[in-house]
């Protein structure tokens, strides 16, 4: 039975590499996103591995907190590198909001890896390895002197002996040094820009002049290890400080970073997910397709002996195959995919370009597990009614499907779509706890079990479009009509995949239409300045920039805003925000309730928390709260608690003299402008512009500018959410491709016996154009109604979150809709011109 499986298998190498596309498609998604998250942790395991010395002095805490700013005495230097088995101490200065500018005025970076600021110093990094290498010209020796990574200096179009135009969040907004030297780091940078001054003008920008430091390396003699090392170093310590070895200060940083870059994964899994559940269907159905055209040979089998497991296990064989090419080719296209990602990351800024792909043995056996497990699953049903149907019954011309079969799939995806519905129902109705894990199990539902109903759901609507091919076509519309009825399990399988892919592009159009008209609607009622200047790519800015807004002529007032990440009690990563109770309510909207009589109660060394981040931390008001700013605790007061706007610059507020008292950045998040009254708006708009226009960084807007800006993320997001769905869409095309290739082989006695009655091959291919595009207007209908419902009930769930207008797209809608009719009219060419091409009288003799 092996041997004969695998020549059936040889047989049809077309029709089942067609099915394997899905999963090749499905396994590409699981192998690129494992590969492209293993090469982006390995490239940052490099840089962590040379950034840090043998021995690591802090602020303590300051380890938990991305960029923290907090800092070390200069004289603690000289004192460490005195400890016994020290061969030398060094203070080190980081920035990571200091930003190269091309001489076109054009930003590098900023959208991904940082820009970073460091001071030069002659200390290894750990294990005697270095961490910058020069090459070319000299590192800085005196102030206005840089030396630039050397990809950035290309990058800017810079040279040796060039000024170099530089934007900081520091003291100064804007810096022209001269850029004397180029280097690139022992590990990969990933598209960080690296800016090296000198230690004494580091100081001046980013630690207003004082003689500290962010770290202190302290480099080990020879003979002497890091523990050893760290061990003598923690009597000299002051209190607030900590020492920890290089190798754990890296391993704290990787892990991290990977915590970060779960997401990345996580989002690339998810998709993966719904392209095998779309292929899921296809294999389903070709299978299904090859057992009912393979009756007779399979029942010859049974006939000389075969028995039933024997007849199944042989179309599990093919599956096998199939699902082992699969997860090859698929593996092999992840291959191609973590490239393609790589690019897309790089056009942002976070360039692996330098770093080789990272293929680990569990992404190997991802790729298999899923890519054999996904295709046997798919094809035990069709491989188990192949052994049980019984040989006199398979030897017949006219096999049918069981009703018992059909009834069976539409009770159980009626139970699903009722438990779904239910589901929907009470996460938007019941007020049951966390809902919108109940709209999300009740999407599922409801999406399975209509996929399972689609026979008997579908069948009006293809009535519908029949009596109007009836009207257009005649004939030929009514053959294509009865094609689609003829097997309606199959159609609707075939036009299920599709309409998967149709379902979650539509309920992200309306969920992502809905949120730009939420947020602009949030912005419009809450947006009470004329102007608010920010930094464009989510840094902070220099809080110079303040200090010359507030002498625009016409300028009435400015109300500052900082905010960072702070550890809260036990989260390490919070967000604390810091505003002046005196004015932030008069240019924005702190809560939904009186903003004034909340802010009056923010006062020095306490805090106002949101209603659920109260809830969350398990504090009342009145009662004490842990804050750590750069690693300095301090008790804050809780004051008071809100019922958050959508416009909260964070769930934890503090006023900027608390921010200012216990080591808050001194940068500025945003700057909101009130104009005088009787003032022109618009020459003050012209100033503000005029301060701003050498920094790339920082953007001025007014309400229906910063409207725009905050939806542009959302545009980015479902761009990248459409393009990885078009690839659902792409496997249902190519499932239409395989089911109608199948149904011209299936009936080509029935063409012969056609075109011998005179049916010409122009009316052969428009019958079978007709019956693609019926399955394809099937699949997008059932998905647009079905996006509509689902998007308006996430709309719904998320209501309480600003998520408060809703909005449906209808033109974009109705867009996807004459795509998926071009979609059939595609998918038919190929079955087509195929079916045209046979000759009439072997077409006849064909059993």
Do not use: C
């Amino acid at each position: 039975m092996l041997s004969a499986s695998l020549k059936s298998l040889l047989g049809r190498k077309l029709r089942l590499l067609m099915s394997a596309i899905a999963v090749i498609l499905g396994v590409a998604f699981v192998a690129g996103s494992f590969i492209f998250t293993d090469t982006l942790a390995k490239s940052f395991d490099g840089i962590m591995s040379s950034s840090v010395g043998d021995v690591v002095v802090r602020p303590a805490g300051s380890g938990d907190t991305y960029g923290s700013r907090a800092t070390l005495p200069g004289d603690l230097v000289a004192k460490l590198a005195t400890a016994e088995g020290a061969a030398r101490a060094d203070g080190n200065v980081t920035d990571y909001t200091t930003f190269v500018v091309t001489k076109q005025g054009k930003l590098i970076g900023g959208q991904g890896a940082p820009g970073m600021g460091v001071n030069y110093t002659a200390g290894p990094a750990a294990n005697d390895t270095s961490m910058f290498r020069l090459t070319s010209g000299s590192w800085p020796a005196k102030d206005g002197e840089i030396t630039l990574d050397a990809r950035t200096a290309k990058t800017g179009g810079y040279a040796v002996g060039d000024t170099v135009k530089i934007v900081t969040a520091g003291s100064q907004a804007q810096v022209s040094p001269k850029l004397v030297g180029t280097m690139e780091m022992s590990g990969s940078l990933v598209g960080a820009s690296v800016t090296v001054w000198t230690t004494h003008q580091a100081q001046q920008l980013y630690l207003g002049g004082k003689n500290v430091f962010n770290d202190i390396w302290v480099t080990r003699d020879k003979g002497t290890s890091q523990d050893q090392l760290k061990a003598a170093v923690a009597p000299l310590l002051p209190a607030d400080t900590e020492a920890v070895t290089g190798d754990a200060a890296a391993a704290q940083a990787q892990t991290q970073i990977q915590d970060s870059m779960k997401f990345i994964t996580y989002f690339l899994l998810i998709f993966a997910a719904i392209a095998l559940v779309v292929g899921t269907f296809i294999i389903v159905n070709t299978f299904s397709i090859l057992v009912a055209q393979r009756m007779k040979e399979l029942a010859l089998y049974r006939a000389i002996g075969a028995s039933a497991k024997q007849v199944s296990r042989s179309v599990l064989v093919e599956a096998f195959v199939v699902g082992l090419i699969g997860a090859t080719v698929g593996l092999a296209v992840g291959l191609v995919l973590a490239i393609a990602i790589k690019a897309l990351f790089a056009a942002i800024g976070l360039d692996l370009s330098g770093a080789s792909l990272v293929v680990a043995p569990r992404t190997i056996l991802a790729s298999y597990l899923v890519g054999i497990l996904v295709t046997l699953l798919a094809a035990y049903l069709p491989a188990r009614k192949a052994g049980t149907v019984p040989p006199v019954a398979a030897m017949r011309d006219d096999v049918t499907l069981a009703e018992s079969s059909m009834h069976r799939r539409v009770l159980v995806g009626t139970t699903l779509t009722i438990a779904g519905a239910v589901a929907l129902a009470l996460g938007l109705f019941a007020g049951v706890p966390k809902p919108i894990i109940w709209v999300g199990v009740g999407i599922l539902g409801v999406l399975l079990g209509v996929a399972g109903t689609s026979p008997m759901v579908g069948k009006p609507l293809i009535l519908g479009i029949g009596s109007i091919y009836r009207r257009l076509f005649g004939a030929v519309g009514v053959m294509a009509e009865e094609n689609a009825l003829r097997n309606p399990r199959r159609t609707a399988a075939t036009a299920s995949a599709l309409m998967i892919g149709v379902t979650l592009v539509s309920m992200m159009s309306v969920f992502g239409s809905s949120a730009k008209q939420s947020l602009k609607g949030e912005i419009e009622k809450n947006f009470k300045a004329d102007y608010l200047i920010s930094n464009s790519i989510g840094n902070d800015f220099s809080p110079s920039i303040a200090t010359e807004v507030a002498k625009v002529p016409g300028v009435a007032s400015i109300s500052t805003v900082r905010w960072g990440q702070a550890k809260v009690k036990d989260d390490d990563r919070a967000w604390v925000a810091a505003v002046d109770p005196a004015s932030y309510g008069t240019v924005s909207t702190l809560s939904k309730t009186d903003d004034q009589a909340l802010l009056a109660k923010l006062t020095d060394n306490t805090v106002i928390l949101s209603a659920d981040k109260a809830k969350e931390y398990g504090v009342a008001v009145g009662s004490t709260l842990p804050i750590s700013l750069q690693g300095k605790t301090f008790d804050a007061k809780v004051a008071a608690t809100f019922d958050a706007a959508s416009t909260s610059p964070s769930d934890t507020v503090v006023s900027l003299a608390t921010w200012a008292a216990h080591g808050g950045t001194p940068s500025d998040s945003q700057v909101y402008v009130t104009t005088a009254a009787g003032a022109d708006k618009a020459a003050v708009g012209a100033a503000l512009d005029k301060i701003t226009a050498g920094l790339p960084t920082v953007s001025v807007k007014d309400i229906a500018g910063y409207a725009a800006e905050q939806s542009k993320p959302i545009d980015q997001m479902l761009a990248i959410i459409y393009a990885l769905l078009g690839l659902a869409v792409v496997i249902a095309f190519l499932g239409i491709i395989n089911t109608l290739a199948l149904s011209v082989i299936e009936r080509t006695r029935e063409i012969g016996l056609l075109r011998a009655v005179g049916l010409s091959r122009r009316q052969l291919r428009s019958v079978l154009r007709l019956e693609s595009i019926v399955i394809a207007i099937l699949g997008a209908v059932l998905g647009i109604v079905l996006g509509v419902i689902f998007g308006i009930a996430v709309q719904r769930a998320l209501s309480d979150q600003g998520f408060t207008a809703l909005s449906v797209p209808w033109g974009q809608l109705l867009a996807f809709l004459v795509l998926a009719g071009l979609v059939g009219v595609l998918a038919a060419v190929w079955p087509g011109r195929r079916a045209a091409k046979m000759q009439i009288l072997d077409a006849i003799a064909a059993e």
